[in-house]
């Protein structure tokens, strides 16, 4: 069990207090699990043939019950880890919701006039819980990438602040 | 409280709210993973689109466009007499084929143990859809296509996989399962639906034969632990890591998958 780095409790709290306390979770997932060595790309391109093949391969002994290989974050790397992980996590989803997006828009498109490269349909993201539906329109996914910036900056002040300067973003 | 990061966060969750709900992030991921397989098979000049939950098809200059993912707990499929007010899916037809298919996201199937299973995305014959959707319910066998996202902060554990085995395990209907489940004549590998004697929808006679007559993938946003690949091979699971927009690995998962569709499936 990894120690919590005192520091980060003001990061989360305002995580919270904008609603994405998720986040919260996920960075103290990521901190109690520490760096993890993990299966490289070649590992998992070789997986993916075996598990196309007809019969199975001999088994490469050296894959099997491996105990986990990891080492904890602390100190400054805690808050660095943390902020960078906040940053890219944000920064990632939406650019996977504006992928989404896109492509959505462009199959809606297909089903009208084909061969019509102007583009017309504009999709909108909506999740359906039991009480409420949550709409995303693709100008509000704009606003919200368009803030991306402020929020790295935001966050690499603060990495600077708690560091005393011997960290940045 | 960082007032810097407070105001960039509230920007951003406040214009992308779903950002706000616990399971936003993970929908959102295997939104963008069921729409990178619409879009290659789209590239390929397979027929794709987009189908309401009332069966509709979302037409340009439609009043609302609206791709609906639900975020409550799982479910099958409901009737399409409810509306178009549920989750969505895409539909698609490959190129010389009159074999439709859907791609679902997150829907529960039954296993033969009669516990419910959800599969992050499921890709499974049009006539399995269409008779749910006459009066609602759930799948009962295994989609020609499964895939499990896991957008989660930590490397992927062997855990991981053996949940992901345990659940294909239970949704397979083989040969010899007919007697036990009281299936009847009809030897389909996924009810209900008809398929008119088809032999591609039989069921195989062994886990192994089935494993490599559908596609299982294990997608994750981050990395999988060393080792947590070691039961993949067996059980015929292709695992997918560090899956992100614009990377090179989700460029591979998309077109894997496309691959597969192309060379096996009607």
Redesign the interface.
Same mark, same amino acid.
């Given at each position: 069990m990894a120690t919590l780095d005192p520091r980060l409790l003001e990061l989360f709290e305002t995580l919270v207090e904008s609603g994405a306390d998720w986040l919260v979770f996920e960075l103290m997932e990521g901190i109690n699990a520490g760096i993890v060595v993990e299966e490289t790309a070649d590992d998992l391109a070789s997986a993916r043939i075996l598990a196309s093949q007809e019969r199975e391969s001999p088994r490469p002994v050296e894959r099997v019950a491996l105990n986990l290989e990891s080492w904890p974050l602390k100190g400054n790397d805690q808050i660095v880890w943390a902020a960078r992980y906040v940053d890219g996590r944000l920064k990632d989803l939406l650019a996977m919701m504006k992928a989404s997006a896109d492509r959505l828009s462009m199959l809606v498109d297909r089903r009208g006039d084909i061969g019509t490269k102007e583009r017309r349909s504009s999709v909108t993201l909506a999740l359906r819980g039991d009480d409420e539906v949550i709409a995303v329109r693709p100008e509000g996914l704009a606003d919200a990438q368009s803030a991306v910036i402020e929020l790295y900056v935001g966050l690499d002040s603060w990495v600077r602040k708690v560091t005393d300067g011997r960290q940045t973003l | 409280?960082?007032a810097?990061?407070? #105001? *960039?966060?509230?920007?951003?969750?406040?214009?992308?709210?779903?950002?706000?709900?616990?399971n936003?992030?993970g929908?959102?991921?295997e939104?963008?993973v069921?729409?990178?397989i619409?879009?290659e098979l789209?590239v390929r000049g397979h027929d794709?689109?987009?189908q309401r939950s009332d069966a509709s098809?979302?037409?340009?200059?439609?009043p609302?466009?609206?791709?609906?993912?639900?975020?409550?707990?799982p479910a099958g499929i409901p009737p399409a007499s409810s509306g178009a007010? #549920? *989750?969505s899916c895409?539909g698609f037809q490959k190129s010389g084929s009159s074999q439709i298919w859907e791609i679902w996201n997150g829907v529960q199937f039954e296993g033969r143990s009669g516990a419910a299973h959800e599969f992050d995305l499921a890709i499974v014959p049009h006539q399995v859809g269409s008779e749910l959707r006459l009066i609602g319910g759930q799948p009962f066998g295994r989609p020609r296509v499964a895939v499990e996202c896991k957008d989660?902060?930590?490397?992927g554990?062997i855990d991981e996989m053996r949940t992901l085995v345990a659940r294909l395990y239970d949704v397979t209907i083989l040969k010899g399962h007919r007697f036990h489940l009281n299936l009847g004549p009809s030897p389909q590998s996924i009810y209900p639906a008809n398929f008119g004697g088809d032999p591609y929808h039989d069921s195989r006679d062994t886990y192994r034969r089935e494993n490599?007559h559908s596609l299982?993938v294990f997608v994750r946003?981050t990395?999988?632990?060393?080792?947590?690949?070691?039961m993949?091979?067996?059980?015929?699971?292709?695992?997918?890591?560090?899956v992100?927009?614009?990377s090179m690995?989700a460029n591979t998962l998309f077109s894997?998958i496309a691959d597969w569709i192309d060379a096996n499936l009607p």
């Open positions: - | 409280m960082i810097s990061i407070q #105001n *960039a966060l509230d920007t951003i969750l406040g214009r992308a709210a779903n950002l706000r709900q616990a936003g992030a929908r959102i991921f939104l963008f069921m729409t990178g619409a879009e789209h794709v689109w987009l098809q979302m037409l340009p200059g439609d609302t466009l609206d791709f609906i993912q639900r975020s409550g707990g007010s #549920n *989750a895409i989660v902060a930590t490397s554990s490599l299982n946003r990395g999988f632990a060393k080792g947590a690949a070691a993949t091979g067996y059980h015929c699971i292709q695992p997918h890591g560090a992100t927009a614009g690995e894997d």
